[in-house]
């Protein structure tokens, strides 16, 4: 390979949050040019469709359900429509030829059952996908590496499929 050649093989979109979102539509519109997708704490749904997790979050966590409703109303403020799959790639219809995806979800977390549905309709679809679900951790917290075992097991996580550049399994 000359120097002016890209390796897929060596290629990985990932995100958090709203990053986790673009990665996931990075990844669909770059079927083949990637090997891993690292999405964590992705924000894979903006519609407002019902799910154990959003309930949970609006009952007992009101501050990250008001963020969590902030960020769908940025979406459709854009000019974006929620229902489309570029913006919520959990409605997306064809997901085969996706690359594997490792999907890291909080346990308080409005997307947290989106990402497990997520994880299914792309194992569904014959694309090699893990689910986590982190106890102890909110949305956004991931990153208090110093501070939470969970978050430190999350950060290993991500680091042992970057490396990999493989789902572990």
Not at 30 to 59: I, N, W
Not at 66 to 73: E, I, L
Not at 103 to 119: G, H, K, M, T
Not at 154 to 164: F, K, P, Y
Request: include cysteine; aromatic fraction near 4%.
């Amino acid at each position: 390979m000359s120097g002016s050649e890209v390796d897929p093989a060596r290629i990985a979109v990932g995100g958090e949050s709203a990053g986790g979102n673009l990665a996931a539509v990075a990844a669909s519109r770059m079927r083949g040019a990637v090997a891993l997708q690292l999405l964590e704490a992705p924000v894979l749904d903006v519609t407002g469709t019902p799910s154990a997790s959003r309930d949970e979050v609006e009952r007992d966590f009101p501050a990250l359900d008001a963020m969590r409703r902030r960020t769908a109303r940025r979406y459709v403020e854009a000019g974006a429509d929620p229902a489309d799959p570029e913006v919520s790639p959990l409605l997306a219809g064809d997901l085969a030829g996706l690359p594997p995806a490792l999907l890291l979800a909080a346990d308080v977390d409005p997307w947290r059952e989106d990402a497990v549905r997520y994880a299914a309709a792309l194992s569904g679809a014959g694309v090699s996908a893990r689910v986590s679900v982190f106890e102890g951790i909110v949305h956004g917290t991931q990153s208090f590496v110093e501070l939470l075992p969970a978050a430190r097991r999350w950060h290993a996580e991500c680091v042992a499929a970057l490396s990999t550049m493989a789902v572990p399994s």
